[in-house]
């Protein structure tokens, strides 16, 4: 398995951008689907996108599509989520994980989250 660690989170305006990082430590980082969720206070959480080990394949939830991009850069061991037009909706802690299968379970590899939080 990967540790993760996730940072970029923060507090910005609607309509603002913010972009989150997701670092794995370990040499098997490019064998990994890397996926983002988040959870919002009270709310369960839920998946915000994945892509693919290569990078060539990323699939995005209706409700971020359009706004969010998720990029990897193998040589470094990171995963990106850059989030544009955010919406107060977007408030939530975000959290990346390393699945060798899609869907992930809590058997696999989460970062500790980072919080996002958008104000109108």
């Known amino acids: 398995q990967v540790q993760l660690a996730e940072s970029g989170g923060g507090s910005v305006q609607a309509g603002g951008s913010l972009r989150l990082s997701c670092a794995a430590s370990g040499r098997t980082f490019s064998s990994y689907v890397m996926g983002w969720f988040r959870q919002a206070p009270g709310k369960e959480r839920e998946f915000v996108g994945r892509?693919?080990?290569?990078?060539?394949?990323?699939y995005y939830a209706d409700s971020v599509k359009g706004r969010f991009t998720i990029s990897r850069v193998n040589a470094k061991n990171t995963v990106y989520l850059q989030m544009n037009s955010l919406k107060p909706e977007d408030t939530a802690v975000y959290y990346c994980?390393?699945?060798?299968?899609?869907?992930?379970?809590?058997?696999?590899?989460w970062g500790q989250g980072t919080q996002v939080t958008v104000s109108s």
């Open positions: 892509i693919s080990w290569s990078g060539g394949l990323t």
């Open positions: 994980v390393a699945a060798l299968t899609w869907p992930p379970s809590n058997h696999d590899s």
